[in-house]
């Protein structure tokens, strides 16, 4: 491609990009009023079932998606002020932090959340993507590194996977035994108590994609170039297990839900819808938590006088 029309086609992008932040800043006030209570809507209680959640519903929030990409905007400046003040407070000893898990299958939004919705305050962020256990953590019980990644005082801890593979993968795949995985879900629920016992407040998000939402984002890598290193062959090997996985997540869910630790199961056939639910998510709970400036531990009137005598 030559320069000009590399130019050309650069051009054209940015109007296209001008265009869609004017229409999105132009319905970011009145997108406020489309949203619902997220946690009611998404929470899983007792009797829930996975199949009969719709992946392309919108629960919680009644506008399309330049409204939903205008309230995703719109509520940027709460996330980062809670989140500035979760931290703030640790600094005077509070030793509150907050832990977003995100499950889902392949494709099914994890890393924008990581782009759009978490990345608004990246200094007080501890993320983790959890691969394939390295040698030294088979070596060790299946919580051992999900424990050293838990977030400190003040932060917001993500994890990108997480210790659920160890009821999932390896269940679907027959990895371990099923007497070992089995009593893996009380340990989880125990592990997440303790967690809560030291300050960590827990969302536990599953992003739920249907397959062929699945397949046509699959297609998409292998039509652009720019997308090829995000395409992974063993993703296709996967889908042959869809319904393996179904049935581990509803096990999840039915076994890990906890009035403590709920799960929540966020629709993500609309990455958008996707992306806005989990940052209200966020937002409620960080709201629940009542956090507050801490006070000053020296005398306000005095170091005025004498910053402005020095």
Do not use: C
């Not at 319905?27 to 009969?52: I, P, Q, T, W, Y």
């Not at 959890?130 to 993500?158: C, M, N, Y």
């Not at 997440?192 to 998409?220: C, F, N, P, W, Y």
Request: charged share 30%; no cysteine.
């Amino acid at each position: 491609m030559g320069a000009k029309k590399r130019d050309k086609n650069q051009k054209a992008d940015d109007a296209k990009q001008i265009a869609k932040d004017k229409a999105i800043a132009k319905h970011e006030k009145e997108s406020l009023d489309a949203l619902g209570n997220f946690g009611s809507a998404l929470r899983v209680a007792k009797g829930f079932v996975l199949a009969d959640v719709d992946p392309h519903s919108t629960p919680a929030f009644d506008g399309d998606k330049v409204a939903g990409q205008a309230a995703l905007r719109a509520s940027e400046a709460e996330l980062g002020d809670l989140l500035e003040r979760l931290f703030a407070e640790s600094t005077a000893g509070s030793k509150r932090s907050l832990l977003l898990v995100v499950q889902g299958m392949d494709t099914s939004g994890k890393g924008g959340i990581m782009r759009h919705v978490v990345a608004v305050n990246p200094e007080g962020v501890r993320a983790t993507a959890f691969k394939s256990p390295t040698k030294e953590e088979l070596a060790h019980d299946f919580l051992w590194r999900i424990e050293k990644a838990l977030p400190e005082p003040g932060q917001l801890g993500v994890f990108d996977r997480s210790h659920y593979e160890d009821v999932l993968i390896v269940r679907v795949h027959d990895i371990v035994p099923r007497e070992v995985w089995s009593k893996r879900y009380a340990q989880i629920n125990a592990f997440e108590r303790r967690a809560a016992a030291a300050g960590i407040h827990v969302v536990k998000v599953m992003t739920h994609i249907s397959k062929d939402e699945q397949r046509s984002r699959l297609a998409e890598r292998l039509d652009r170039p720019d997308k090829f290193y995000k395409y992974n062959p063993g993703d296709v090997d996967e889908r042959l297990h869809w319904d393996a996985y179904m049935e581990g997540y509803q096990a999840v869910l039915d076994k890990t839900s906890t009035v403590g630790a709920p799960w929540y199961v966020v629709p993500s056939d609309r990455k958008w819808y996707a992306r806005l639910a989990v940052q209200q998510l966020l937002l409620e709970a960080l709201r629940s938590m009542d956090l507050q400036w801490p006070a000053a531990d020296f005398d306000v009137e005095i170091e005025k006088v004498r910053l402005a005598e020095s």
